[in-house]
């Protein structure tokens, strides 16, 4: 008979490693697609760059220090990150707290602090939340009244504040990873698909009552028709693939940088590596992301208790969406969306969330369980 034996060991260097190599390259080519519009802007070519390695430090720094925490802690703190997080998105729509760019209303900024965004840090706090909760149901959890209502009002809360910003990209990140984690949970199928079914309405008619949805609609499905305008993005992000050929045009090198893509150190950062190191470069950087999710299956898999498994199972489903958003958005695969490249994308909130929630699959790697016969 087989029993399962916990055990204290080095977190995963396999996952650690993968994962300094993605925000190198990132540091790499934030600056490659940066300085121009840094220079113009900010007479500064450096402006980015100088932020992002700030974010960086803070991000590992706090990784390494969760890796090092036993992470049965998070299961308590739940509620107040859930509470932070809160506070934070509604602090936004109070004026002077809140700091509006290109019409949207995603930062917070307290006194000399830099701005943060809070829909980025709700992404991890309503994980966590989620990974505590839903084993703590038991049974109830396959109740519809029980279960599936106030997992719906939980996650309901969340997605109307991020929506308010308006951020729908996050707002269906977070609604998907949730979504999956109340299934992995033992959440019965007809309720996933009953809460699914509404937040697709709901999706559909908030991208037709939003003008610069459609509009983003349209330059997906009919960018040749105005290449000048609102296909201006999606056509000069396919420029930027098919100039990169095989081996790229070098690193340094690119022309889409000059202006032709908006954000392109940004959402648009994976075209700048294409144009630059060509299918090579994006292969490896794919390869890298490959032995992330593998290295956190493997996490997953031999967890301690289903709060571990929940935690990385959440975190995996986050960055494997947000990655196949990116991707499929500046590939013309589906309509762009915003959404960053995880460790790449310029960005200081993102980045840092983003090593927190490494930090989280390390802990737990640290107290996996083994198999003995």
């Known amino acids: 008979m087989k029993s399962r034996t916990h055990i204290s060991h080095a977190p995963d260097y396999g996952l650690l490693i993968c994962v300094l190599a993605l925000v190198f390259l990132g540091s790499i080519f934030v600056y490659s697609s940066s300085y121009v519009f840094a220079d113009l802007e900010y007479g500064d070519s450096l402006?980015?760059?100088?932020?992002?390695?700030?974010?960086?430090?803070?991000?590992?720094?706090?990784?390494?220090?969760?890796?090092?925490?036993?992470?049965?802690?998070?299961?308590?703190?739940?509620?107040?990150?859930m509470l932070l997080v809160l506070v934070a998105l509604v602090a936004i729509l109070v004026p002077n707290f809140?700091?509006?760019?290109?019409?949207?209303?995603?930062?917070?900024?307290?006194?000399?602090?830099?701005?943060i965004?809070?829909?980025?840090?709700?992404?991890?706090?309503?994980?966590?939340?989620?990974?505590?909760?839903?084993?703590?149901?038991?049974?109830?959890?396959r109740d519809f009244v029980l279960g599936a209502i106030p997992f719906g009002g939980i996650v309901g809360v969340v997605a109307a504040l991020i929506m308010l910003q308006p951020d729908l990209g996050t707002t269906m990140l977070i609604a998907i990873v949730t979504g999956i984690l109340f299934f992995v949970a033992g959440a019965k199928l007809i309720h996933v698909i009953a809460l699914a079914g509404s937040g697709i309405v709901a999706g559909s008619i908030l991208v037709l009552a939003g003008g610069y949805r459609i509009n983003r609609i349209l330059s997906f499905t009919s960018a040749e028709s105005d290449?000048?305008?609102?296909?201006?993005?999606?056509?000069?992000?396919?420029?930027?693939?098919?100039?990169?050929?095989?081996?790229?045009?070098?690193?340094?090198?690119?022309?889409?940088?000059?202006?032709?893509?908006?954000?392109?150190?940004?959402?648009?950062?994976?075209?700048?590596?294409?144009?630059?190191?060509?299918?090579?470069?994006?292969?490896?950087?794919?390869?890298?992301?490959?032995?992330?999710?593998?290295?956190?299956?493997?996490?997953?898999?031999?967890?301690?208790?289903?709060?571990?498994?929940?935690?990385?199972?959440?975190?995996?489903?986050?960055?494997?969406?947000q990655l196949l958003i990116n991707i499929g958005g500046v590939t013309r695969l589906i309509p762009l969306t915003g959404i960053p490249l995880p460790f790449l994308s310029a960005g200081g909130s993102s980045l840092i969330v983003s090593l927190l929630a490494i930090g989280i699959m390390l802990s737990v790697s640290r107290q996996t369980v083994s198999r003995d016969t």
């Open 98 to 115: 809140g700091v509006e760019s290109n019409g949207a209303l995603r930062w917070l900024k307290i006194g000399p602090l830099p701005a």
């Open 227 to 321: 290449p000048t305008g609102m296909g201006f993005q999606t056509l000069q992000l396919l420029i930027a693939f098919g100039s990169g050929g095989l081996s790229g045009l070098g690193l340094g090198v690119s022309r889409q940088k000059f202006f032709y893509i908006p954000g392109s150190h940004t959402d648009g950062v994976l075209a700048i590596i294409g144009e630059e190191m060509g299918l090579i470069g994006v292969m490896a950087v794919l390869i890298l992301f490959i032995i992330l999710f593998w290295r956190g299956w493997v996490i997953m898999a031999n967890a301690r208790d289903p709060f571990g498994s929940l935690l990385v199972a959440g975190i995996l489903t986050w960055f494997s969406f």
């Open 47 to 81: 402006h980015f760059i100088k932020r992002q390695l700030i974010f960086c430090v803070i991000g590992i720094v706090g990784m390494l220090l969760i890796m090092k925490l036993d992470y049965q802690h998070l299961k308590d703190w739940s509620p107040f990150f």
């Open 117 to 141: 965004q809070p829909s980025e840090f709700a992404k991890l706090a309503i994980l966590i939340y989620m990974a505590a909760w839903l084993p703590s149901k038991g049974d109830s959890l």
